[in-house]
Nanobody, 124 residues
Framework: QVQLAESGGGLVPAGGSLTLSCSASGRSYGSSAMGWFRQAPGKEREFVAAISGRGDVTNYSDSVKGRFTISRDDAKNTMYLRMNTLKPDDTAVYFC?????????????????WGQGTQVTVSS
């Protein structure tokens, strides 16, 4: 069993920055790909970024490419999402997911475990 816990959300003005963290516990996750997804009210969960089990491959949605950076620290069992130049459209609940494969994917259904989410609100 794996438990994921996100933290770092909050209220920021447009143009600001935040760093989200996702801590994993319950098993070693070093070989597992992980991803960040977000869900705004009334919308489906959408892909934001993913990182491979070895941390050597990253993927980003077009809407965040160049502004967000995903990374992982396996020694701390933690994944991060650095978000710069935030926009009001980035407002959503951000979730981290883990899958039992080293390959990062963009599909929420391929992730086995999820955290409870952390709210990010960007004011205009």
């Amino acid at each position: 069993q794996v438990q994921l816990a996100e933290s770092g959300g909050g209220l920021v003005p447009a143009g600001g920055s935040l760093t989200l963290s996702c801590s994993a516990s319950g098993r070693s996750y070093g070989s597992s790909a992980m991803g960040w997804f977000r869900q705004a009210p009334g919308k489906e969960r959408e892909f934001v970024a993913a990182i491979s089990g070895r941390g050597d491959v990253t993927n980003y949605s077009d809407s965040v490419k160049g502004r967000f950076t995903i990374s992982r620290d396996d020694a701390k069992n933690t994944m991060y999402l650095r978000m710069n130049t935030l926009k009001p459209d980035d407002t959503a609940v951000y979730f981290c997911g883990l899958r039992f494969s080293p390959t990062a994917t963009l599909t929420p259904a391929s992730y086995r475990y999820w955290g409870q989410g952390t709210q990010v609100t960007v004011s205009s």
